[in-house]
């Protein structure tokens, strides 16, 4: 443990970056590429691409199994969700998802995983022990964006043509509520402490606020750079710091991240990342924010404290999802 | 296990569609004409349900959506054959529809929208692309679904700019509508700076579209017909009555690229369209009607998707709220083009972005880069509010 401290530290002399933030902790990356059919994988210590692995076709979601074991990507064309072994890097097994899985949640437990199918409106229920298929939900017209409350008891699930989140209770799997949003709903995100469910709206340019317990729409958030034609303000990714204090947005096409104070609701600052700015995750000490920058075929690095992009990666073509080792 | 977790997922949806008992009903008219026009590929033949294929798919999606909402919506099609009257029978389907997409020649259309204004149908022109509907004929009760001829030259104008062909030859045809076609592209060159080198016309003599030894025909024709023209960098062909254009690809005298009714055409939409999310949309209505989308079905299809928004967001079936609605500033729609839809106020005409397709693939969607406008971009599209002649009423 020491020796490695000690390396990291003394990379980051030389590459001059442990001067803004020395990394305590190096981790692992993987970014799905939706063009390139691989799967990225990134150091955090050197910020290097250490590995391409080829996946199915269309890689988009991608998430950590909960014990850390295994890597889920979601390959929409081949219509199931593959399994990368982290310890070898490389596919060894598939889900029984149903047709053009893009993105999906698990439960805390890391034993159900709900897996938003585009093209039949459903939300396909998967046993991931047995990984076996459960059953299916019926839901609004292209399921998309998929998140689970923080007491496990909700699943969200917006539909990008019927523009709703649907609010799903996870013991009964029955839709409880719908909660209309502005156009193309695409990525759900809790506060931790679950006072708010945030659901990003593509073609609204949007980001709607809702009450979990009354199951409305109590604040927008609207966007606006000087100079960008507002049709180009396209908000996908949601990222939330641990704290609740601050939430980061993607805006696709305005090739920025919005920094927004969560208690005023109000944007503080747009960092310049990438073209078509998609998905996000933190490093999990939350010193580092990775995005994936579509059009640029990049990952943008922000350091999260001084909420400034400090480095730029090139991955494969049209990277779309990420998720970091926990 | 496994059965028992269905059996509760089973039991959920039950439960879910117990809570929508008495759906409020929403009914949507499709009127068009019987039969199909000919065309000089065989490929691109329209089906006989070109258009209302989309508007079908629109009502499923609806209906997806109306689940949760308690609200059901139901297609009535019409279809008058010739000699018949587009009044009666627009008449009879407003007697049980709010709501009636035509695909309409000009003519017809205005006088069903005349015919049905007291009654407050509200009108969704999918299909005629006349800039009069939008300009001195435009109506308050007609939305338009379907680009206009100057917004489809102006979306090739911009591309052909952007490529830096600038000097075109265009070739018009006989019949009226390649007449209008024709002053859409000039006013196009006029606005983005091409040139027309020479203008040519192709005469429609007569003849079957269909024969046996046509190609050979058809070779020695058409380097002959396109020779002696001076410097041009693409020949853009306005031949909307399939006479000519397709002829062209290939054939000219000299090697260039050809483009508007034939070779790169412009289209509010392409089976080949697969961004921003439209191959769920591509694969549901492959899968709903066993051939692959048109332009004509997609802007039947906006037309019923407008009032499944409207309905949601107004959550109400009333005609008057959800015209209203969809005239209101707050009204847009998402189809698929990467971008919101919203509609001119001055002459509800839907702004939308046009693309550039080759029959294979989408080659490019404008408006282009650079093609800048103080209010949106899709304006750079066709007329826009300061040279409107429309006044609604």
Not at chain 1, 104 to 124: M, R, S, W
Request: charged share 25%; net charge neutral.
């Amino acid at each position: 443990m020491r020796t490695w401290t000690l390396r990291a530290w003394r990379v980051g002399l030389l590459s001059g970056l442990a001067l803004a933030a020395a990394p305590a902790h190096a981790f692992i990356a993987y970014v799905s590429n939706e063009k390139s059919n691989t799967v990225s994988v990134i150091d955090t210590e050197s910020w290097t691409v250490t590995k391409t692995i080829k996946v199915g076709q269309r890689p988009r979601g991608i998430d950590f199994t909960r014990d850390g074991k295994f890597v889920m990507v979601a390959v929409g064309d081949d219509d199931t969700i593959q399994m990368i072994d982290a310890k070898t890097q490389s596919v060894v097994d598939s889900l029984p998802s149903g047709p053009d899985p893009e993105l999906f949640a698990q439960d805390a437990a890391g034993k159900i995983l709900y897996v938003a199918n585009e093209n039949d409106n459903t939300v396909t229920v998967i046993d991931l022990e047995k990984r076996a298929r459960l059953g299916d939900i019926q839901v609004g017209v292209e399921p998309e964006g998929m998140t689970i409350s923080p007491d496990g008891k909700t699943l969200i699930n917006t539909s990008e043509t019927t523009n709703m989140a649907h609010f799903i209770d996870t013991s009964s799997r029955q839709i409880v509520a719908n909660v209309l949003v502005d156009a193309r709903p695409r990525f759900a995100e809790f506060k931790h402490d679950a006072s708010e469910l945030w659901v990003s709206s593509e073609i609204g340019g949007t980001v709607s606020i809702i009450d979990p317990g009354k199951h409305e729409v109590t604040g927008k958030i609207n966007f606006e750079i000087p100079g960008l034609r507002k049709e180009a303000i396209q908000p996908v990714g949601i990222g939330m710091t641990r704290d609740d204090k601050t939430a980061f947005i993607a805006l696709g096409p305005a090739n920025r991240i919005a920094v927004v104070d969560v208690a005023t609701r109000k944007v503080t600052k747009y960092l310049l990342v990438g073209q078509r700015v998609w998905h996000m995750a933190f490093t999990p000490d939350e010193k580092f924010l990775l995005t994936t920058n579509g059009v640029s075929n990049d990952v943008s690095v922000i350091d999260v404290a001084a909420q400034k992009v400090i480095k730029t990666i090139q991955v494969g073509e049209l990277p779309w999802g990420i998720t970091i080792a926990p | 296990m496994i059965r028992w977790l269905v059996g509760l997922i089973g039991l959920g949806l039950a439960a879910t569609s117990a809570l929508a008992a008495d759906p409020v009903m929403i009914g949507v008219g499709y009127l068009g004409i019987a039969g199909t026009r000919s065309t000089l590929s065989l490929v691109e033949q329209p089906a006989e349900n070109d258009g209302v294929a989309g508007a079908r798919l629109a009502i499923d999606d609806n209906n997806t959506t109306g689940k949760f909402l308690g609200q059901r919506f139901a297609l009535e099609e019409r279809r008058i054959k010739e000699g018949e009257d587009a009044v009666q029978a627009a008449t009879d389907l407003a007697t049980r529809n709010g709501f009636i997409i035509a695909d309409l020649p000009a003519d017809a259309l205005l006088k069903v929208a005349d015919a049905l204004r007291e009654r407050g149908t509200l009108l969704f022109n999918a299909g005629a692309i006349d800039e009069r509907l939008r300009e001195a004929d435009c109506r308050a009760n007609v939305i338009h679904t379907a680009p206009t001829r100057a917004m489809l030259a102006d979306a090739l104008g911009q591309y052909l700019v952007w490529k830096q062909w600038k000097r075109w030859l265009l070739v018009v045809g006989s019949h009226d509508e390649d007449r209008l076609f024709a002053d859409a592209l000039r006013r196009t060159a006029t606005r983005f700076g091409a040139k027309i080198v020479q203008e040519r016309s192709f005469e429609d003599k007569g003849g079957a579209r269909r024969t046996d030894s046509g190609v050979t025909l058809i070779q020695r024709q058409m380097p002959v017909f396109t020779q002696q023209a001076p410097a041009y960098d693409v020949l853009v062909a306005a031949d909307e009555s399939e006479v000519f254009g397709a002829y062209l690809p290939y054939r000219t005298w000299d090697p260039r690229p050809v483009a508007g009714s034939a070779g790169l055409v412009p289209r509010s939409w392409d089976a080949a369209q697969d961004q921003w999310g439209a191959i769920q949309m591509q694969n549901r209505f492959v899968k709903l009607n066993a051939r692959r989308m048109t332009a004509l079905d997609m802007q039947a299809w906006t037309a019923v998707r407008m009032i499944g928004e409207a309905t949601s967001r107004t959550n109400s079936g009333d005609i008057k709220k959800v015209t209203d609605f969809i005239k209101g500033p707050e009204f847009s729609v998402a189809a698929f083009k990467g971008t919101k839809l919203t509609l001119r106020d001055w002459n509800l005409q839907l702004r939308q972005p046009i693309l550039l397709v080759d029959g294979r693939m989408v080659v490019s969607v404008s408006p282009q880069e650079g093609f800048l406008h103080q209010v949106s971009e899709l304006d750079t599209l066709g007329y826009d509010r300061p040279e409107s002649k429309c006044k609604l009423k």
